[in-house]
């Protein structure tokens, strides 16, 4: 069965530091999606992405954060100066169509912030 | 705006016994309800969906979901509690007139104990 995946499932980094985490989307799939976890707290919306640009965002989705097809298979969200509160599971998201579907979730990378 | 409510941080069933999760959501348009399942360091597994149609959802893993336009309810239920359903539940909703793509508002999720 057909899956996102997510790499790294773990990345540790200093604040400050710019971090790239990647997602290789469901082959067929057109809209791509950013989500976020703070422990303990809900799932929370950040970015969806289709034909090569963002097509919503979240208030949360400032400056410091981008993201990227490069290559039409890879997607990735680049944080470029991370702070403490950007410690969170992000999850990245896949779906055929935009309406009336479901997305499937990557199993997703736990950014640490130190 | 929309969003959805989970009203119960956790709820404990025995197993063998129904189990219901609530979910209450509110949208200016249509809904398109979803519930998800997380299991520990896992991604988020969909479960169902409700976009049209008959008011009862089945999905995975034997589990169900009535929508309810009056009550603004999509409440999850499965007739028999298993120990392997203990995880944590999502309820998503995005509001068909948002238009966009897919923006979907998740609850804050409910932790399932299934108790042998």
């Known amino acids: 069965e057909p899956e996102v995946t997510q790499t790294p499932s773990h990345q540790v980094t200093q604040m400050g530091q710019e971090v790239i985490l990647r997602c290789v989307p469901i082959?067929?799939?057109?809209?791509f999606y950013w989500y976020r976890q703070i422990l303990g707290q809900k799932v929370e919306f950040l970015v969806s992405f289709y034909n090569n640009e963002i097509s919503e965002k979240s208030e949360i989705f400032d400056d410091q954060f981008s993201v990227e097809r490069p290559d039409g298979s890879n997607f990735t969200l680049k944080i470029r100066s991370t702070k403490l509160e950007d410690s969170a599971m992000y999850f990245c998201?896949?779906?055929?169509?935009?309406?009336?579907?479901?997305?499937?979730f990557g199993q997703g990378t736990r950014l640490t912030v130190v | 705006a929309q969003s959805v409510a989970q009203p119960e941080d956790q709820v404990n069933v025995a197993e063998g016994n129904p189990l219901t999760v609530k979910c209450t959501y509110s949208v200016s348009g249509n809904p398109y309800l979803f519930w998800y399942v997380q299991y520990p360091n896992r991604g988020l597994q969909f479960l169902l969906k409700?976009?049209?149609?008959?008011?009862l959802v089945k999905g995975s893993y034997g589990f169900e979901a009535e929508f309810n336009k009056s009550q603004t309810s999509f409440h999850l239920k499965k007739p028999s509690a298993l120990v392997s359903d203990s995880a944590l539940y999502f309820c998503a909703v995005r509001d068909v007139r948002s238009g966009g793509y897919q923006k979907v508002t998740f609850g804050t999720g409910t932790k399932l104990q299934v108790i042998p």
């Open positions: 998201a896949s779906g055929v169509r935009a309406l009336n579907t479901e997305a499937f």
């Open positions: 082959s067929n799939h057109l809209y």
């Open positions: 409700y976009i049209t149609g008959d008011n």
